[in-house]
């Protein structure tokens, strides 16, 4: 829930037969993070992302980790998004749209978010391996899926070139976190309207 005498601040629960989510959040911190999901690799993921939005994120998730990471994985996308969006508020005064292009070594990505309450995920990123490490490549789009619809954001990622899987994958998170920290701060000019000439987003 939101605490507004507090900021844009918000925490998440989610518990189902498969796997048990909390997540806390401040979209106005410095970037602090205390992260465990069972899961190495997308731990380091969300490390990225709180570090490079100045989202402060705690996520502990506890998951059918002896079936596979899927259902791990996707709940922790869903509950981080539902986090945000709960933090967001009214939406009023955010900037809305951003654009990030991230370098990592020899690969390049491209990501761009409008926080419009229209989820869409378009994503164009092709791994060369099935998995890294111990966790399947083909996860990583059901984190940004779940992560877009429940927070409500439209989100086009497209990884323009690169060879090596953990830059693709890295540059990713990187440039979701980079657009986010754009696109959900407040435009002082604007501080007390809805980013839309509706006057409402998500219609």
Not at 89 to 94: E, T
Not at 116 to 121: F, N, V
């Amino acid at each position: 829930m939101l605490n507004e005498t507090e900021g844009r601040i918000a925490t998440v629960e989610r518990k189902t037969k498969e796997t048990e989510v909390f997540v806390s959040l401040d979209l106005d911190g410095t970037g602090d993070y205390d992260i465990d999901t069972g899961i190495g690799f997308l731990d380091h993921m969300m490390e990225q992302l709180s570090r490079h939005s100045l989202i402060d994120l705690k996520v502990r998730a506890q998951g059918d980790l002896h079936i596979d990471y899927h259902h791990t994985t996707e709940d922790t996308g869903i509950v981080i998004g539902e986090a945000v969006r709960q933090a967001l508020g009214n939406f009023k005064g955010i900037r809305r749209y951003a654009t990030a292009i991230i370098p990592m070594d020899e690969t390049c990505t491209r990501v761009s978010i409008d926080v419009s309450q229209r989820p869409y995920l378009v994503w164009k990123v092709n791994f060369t391996k099935p998995k890294l490490g111990e966790m399947d490549t083909e996860l990583f789009k059901e984190w940004f899926q779940a992560f877009a619809q429940s927070a409500g954001i439209t989100l086009h990622i497209e990884n323009m070139y690169g060879e090596n899987n953990h830059h693709i994958v890295e540059s990713c998170f990187k440039g979701l976190a980079r657009a986010l920290r754009v696109a959900i701060e407040i435009d002082p000019r604007t501080a007390d309207r809805i980013p839309s000439t509706k006057g409402v987003l998500g219609s």
